[in-house]
């Protein structure tokens, strides 16, 4: 079992600043790609980016290609979402997300086994 607590949302201007963590516990977490996803209120969820278990390897959605950055640090178990030049557009619950299986599974939000609970970002205009 992984459980997955994110925090670090809150409320910021548009073209700020915002870093996210998710904080793991359970005996294999590390062993686990690691996502985030949002969801913005009437719409689906969507995937942001993703990271792998090893290597470091990263995708992310077009739309927050290179404003977000996905990094880990495995010692600690967490896993942070870095938005700068944050939009409007970008208001959202922030949930990060874990599976066991090949990276090509990043964007497909069937394929992942544990969810947080979330945490809200909105960005003011």
């Known amino acids: 079992q992984v459980q997955l607590v994110e925090s670090g949302g809150g409320l910021v201007q548009a073209g700020g600043s915002l870093r996210l963590s998710c904080a793991a516990t359970?005996?294999?977490?590390?062993?686990?790609?690691m996502g985030w996803f949002r969801q913005a209120p009437g719409k689906e969820r969507e995937f942001v980016g993703g990271?792998?278990?090893?290597?470091?390897?990263?995708d992310y959605s077009d739309s927050v290609k290179g404003r977000f950055t996905i990094f880990r640090d495995n010692a600690k178990m967490t896993v942070y979402l870095q938005m700068n030049s944050l939009k409007p557009e970008d208001t959202a619950v922030y949930y990060c997300?874990?599976?066991?299986?090949?990276?090509?599974?990043?964007?497909?939000?069937?394929?992942?086994?544990?969810w947080g609970q979330g945490t809200q970002v909105t960005v003011s205009s």
């Open positions: 990271i792998r278990a090893n290597y470091g390897y990263t």
């Open positions: 359970g005996r294999t977490a590390t062993n686990y790609n």
């Open positions: 997300a874990a599976y066991s299986g090949p990276y090509s599974y990043f964007k497909l939000k069937e394929k992942y086994d544990y």
